[in-house]
């Protein structure tokens, strides 16, 4: 494996917000153009975890690692290390006094001092590839959630992160815009994004995933190819996990 194909290391990772910890010891490297899928039970760390990569967090133990730089050394300077590193969140946090190409803009008019028309034409193309250019001057007040979330996605795309991580961005939906948002996400990773990406859709996972991470009590429990994980996970832990959502139709009809 060629060292500079991998885009983020986390060695050692322990997080601990004052009563007891919440991440133990995690360790996880993510190849350029890998899509990894973190899957486990509510409130078992996926959210900290990924808060803790773009500093959000503060972390006691280990090290993470961006493009060969320890970025969880004193000095760093987050909102540089952001700029590499986007988030999309389940609550859009688009501003909303502000149309959907000024939100889109912001980003690189303010923290990349960028000139509006040098950055213009694509967040126009971004829209368009999302599909939602006829929508950049409207206000998020008059977008649906799915819109929403396409925007917010386009937002974060047009700082051309290193790794963009996703956490939980369709749990707020309404089912029939679900669809919409995920398969902007699928056809991230088959364009080559390096994505980090947090979700209960189990079905989505599977088509998506280069690898699945189980997580369980801040645990690591279980790492693997979809394939394997979702027909054959080794832990008894994951068996169970898998078994709660009813899609598993393999189990229902056997
Ligand atoms: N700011 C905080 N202060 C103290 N404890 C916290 C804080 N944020 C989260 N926790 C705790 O850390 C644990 C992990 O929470 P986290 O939000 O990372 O879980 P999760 O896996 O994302 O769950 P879900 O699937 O419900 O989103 C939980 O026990 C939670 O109560
Ligand atoms: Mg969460």
Redesign the pocket.
């Given at each position: 494996m060629e060292k500079s194909e991998v885009v983020l290391e986390v060695r050692n990772l322990s997080k601990d917000?004052?009563?007891g910890p919440?991440l133990k010891d995690i360790s996880m490297t993510i190849q350029k153009g890998e899509v990894v899928v973190i899957i486990?039970?509510?409130?078992?760390?996926?959210?900290?975890?990924l808060r803790c990569l773009n500093g959000l967090e503060s972390i006691q133990q280990g090290e993470i690692i961006l493009d060969g730089q320890v970025i969880t050394a004193e000095k760093t300077k987050w909102t540089q290390v952001r700029q590499k590193i986007g988030m999309v969140f389940q609550s859009y946090e688009l501003f909303p006094h502000m149309s959907v190409i000024d939100n889109i803009l912001l980003g690189p008019l303010k923290a990349q001092g960028k000139q509006k028309k040098e950055v213009i034409q694509e967040a126009e193309r971004l829209l368009d590839r999302v599909g939602l250019l006829d929508k950049k001057d409207a206000y998020p007040r008059q977008l649906s959630g799915g819109q929403k979330q396409r925007v917010a996605i386009v937002r974060s795309l047009i700082m051309h992160p290193e790794i963009m991580l996703f956490d939980?961005v369709t749990a707020a939906l309404d089912p029939e815009m679900v669809r919409e948002v995920l398969d902007v996400m699928l056809e991230l990773a088959k364009s080559g994004s390096t994505m980090i990406i947090?979700t209960?859709e189990m079905q989505f996972a599977r088509a998506v995933a280069d690898k699945v991470v189980f997580?369980d009590g801040g645990d690591i429990v279980e790492t693997g190819t979809p394939e394997k994980f979702f027909t054959n996970p080794e832990t008894e832990r994951a068996r169970r996990f898998l078994n709660t959502f009813t899609f598993n139709i393999e189990e229902k009809e056997g």
């Open positions: 917000y004052g009563n919440i486990g039970p509510s409130g078992c760390g996926k959210s900290t975890f939980e947090v209960h997580f």
